[in-house]
């Protein structure tokens, strides 16, 4: 079945170590998203690519950076993570006017 | 920025009853999605809507896209116990240049068997 893959599940890094996501996508959409989400609220979009095309948030953290090296493959790299990084991590994937497809996110604890 | 208010917040049900929910903008969008979030796992869409009027509905759940297109709702009919869980609505502002989603606050659903 086509999909948008999250690894790992559950990522544990330590206060100030460096950590990457990632996500993977068979659907072939150009448009791949990253979404924060803590404890039950909303998702909170991060940034998003349009094919190579990078938007970033206006209030999302230099501490956060992504990369897409193809269409199927988009990271996440946070470079310093700190206390309030601990999050769900949902990436997403779209093809211009369609509804986002997300996966099953990665659960980041920062000790 | 933009903000999408969902409402209730939470609500307890019995089994069997129907549910409402609904999601209002304080400016226009163009595409409404209603998904699902169980715990630890990633939100699942239930819903698209693209056109204001436009009445869907998926099995036992009906949504609608408000008129002004700054509103929508989903409706669940004779809820069942698997439908606990976290509704979310998101919508897509069309003057944003890009394809990008805005979610709503969740609505918490809990049925009581």
């Known amino acids: 079945d086509a999909m948008v893959i999250q690894n790992p599940r559950y990522q544990v890094t330590q206060f100030g170590k460096p950590v990457t996501l990632s996500c993977s996508q068979t659907l072939n959409h150009n448009v791949m998203y990253w979404y924060q989400q803590k404890s039950s609220q909303a998702p909170k979009l991060l940034f998003h690519y349009y094919d190579k095309d990078f938007n970033n948030e206006a209030d999302t953290p230099d501490n956060f950076q992504s990369r897409r090296p193809n269409t199927s493959f988009c990271f996440l790299d946070i470079r310093s993570p700190g206390l309030g990084d601990a999050a769900m991590y949902l990436c997403?994937?779209?093809?211009?006017?369609?509804?986002?497809?997300f996966g099953n996110g990665t659960r980041l604890t920062v000790t | 920025g933009q903000q999408l208010n969902q409402s209730p917040q939470s609500m307890f049900i019995q089994e069997g009853e129907d549910v409402s929910m609904n999601c209002t903008s304080s400016?226009?969008?163009?595409?409404w999605l209603w998904y699902k979030q169980d715990p630890g796992e990633g939100p699942v869409l239930l819903i698209a809507?693209?056109?204001?009027?436009e009445l869907t509905s998926n099995g036992r759940l009906t949504a609608q896209f408000g008129i002004t297109r700054k509103d929508s709702f989903l409706n669940i009919s004779a809820s069942i116990p698997s439908d606990v869980g976290i509704y979310f609505c998101a919508g897509r502002d069309p003057t944003s240049g890009t394809y990008k989603y805005i979610f709503g606050t969740g609505t918490r659903l809990k049925v009581l068997a």
């Open positions: 809507l693209y056109k204001a009027g």
């Open positions: 997403a994937t779209s093809r211009e006017n369609s509804p986002l497809h």
């Open positions: 400016s226009i969008f163009n595409t």
